[in-house]
């Protein structure tokens, strides 16, 4: 994850205008991302593995989404307050 | 007095300027944030798809779409949700601009990843402090030399 794109992502979501972040901070936020992806891909590619698929797809990943959400990562209620009131096309 | 008064025309002029724009494209503002917010999502996107496809060489899986763009959509929430984290700690801290202490904060709940936070925080300040004390070093030597060369 680029470091700029960070900043300007986490820029984009303060409320406040006076708020600011530190560099250093900017820099330990990358790290977080890039655990996070890391981690998801790596639980999905682990349960496509127990399914003996040699793609991952969405199931896979569905299965691992509840991890994520109890690992703190990612919470209930903001996922279902947010969620697109949108059909889904498949 | 000129310049104030050069001041204050600019003033008025950049507010109207401001104005008019706001009057004759009210949502030509909206449509530029939702451009910039596609264009960061697409950033996101590009990002995970490239660590999915190392990490996919690694257990020898490929991975769809679906699930990439998935992925990067819970991504750019969880950025979303920690920026405004963030911005609360911070507020709560009485400060304005958000610091290491703040993603420590964040990150405290799953333990592997407040260690490994934790270490590149000492390790980046370890880095920092030798830079300022080569910085001084340097700065001390430099009168030194040229003392020397005079």
Not at chain 1, 45 to 73: M, N, W, Y
Not at chain 2, 38 to 63: N, P, S
Not at chain 2, 105 to 132: F, G, N, T, W, Y
Request: some cysteine; overall charge positive; proline content about 3%.
């Amino acid at each position: 994850m680029k470091v700029e794109t960070v900043k300007k992502l986490v820029q984009e979501n303060l409320k406040d205008d006076k708020s600011k972040i530190t560099a250093d901070a900017v820099l330990l936020i990358t790290e977080v991302l890039n655990v996070f992806v890391a981690e998801a891909a790596c639980r999905s590619a682990k349960q496509a593995d127990r399914d003996s698929s040699p793609v991952v797809t969405r199931e896979q990943f569905e299965k691992i989404l509840p991890q994520l959400v109890s690992f703190g990562f990612l919470t209930v209620n903001d996922a279902s307050q947010e969620m697109d009131p949108k059909p889904r096309h498949n | 007095m000129s310049t104030i008064t050069r001041e204050i025309i600019y003033i008025v002029r950049h507010r109207k300027i401001c104005v008019t724009e706001k009057m004759e494209n009210p949502e030509k503002e909206n449509y530029e944030k939702l451009a910039y917010v596609q264009r960061l999502k697409a950033a996101v996107h590009y990002t995970v798809a490239e660590i999915c496809e190392e990490r996919g060489k690694e257990c020898d899986v490929t991975f769809a779409k679906q699930v990439i763009s998935a992925l990067s959509e819970a991504t750019f929430r969880y950025s979303q949700m920690m920026s405004r984290d963030l911005e609360l700690f911070a507020k709560h801290a009485k400060r304005s601009t958000i610091n290491t202490e703040d993603v420590k904060l964040l990150v405290r709940k799953s333990p592997q990843m407040l260690m490994h936070i934790q270490d590149l925080c000492d390790r980046r300040e370890a880095a920092s402090s030798s830079k300022k004390q080569r910085k001084k070093k340097t700065s001390r030597k430099d009168p030194q030399e040229d003392e020397d060369d005079k």
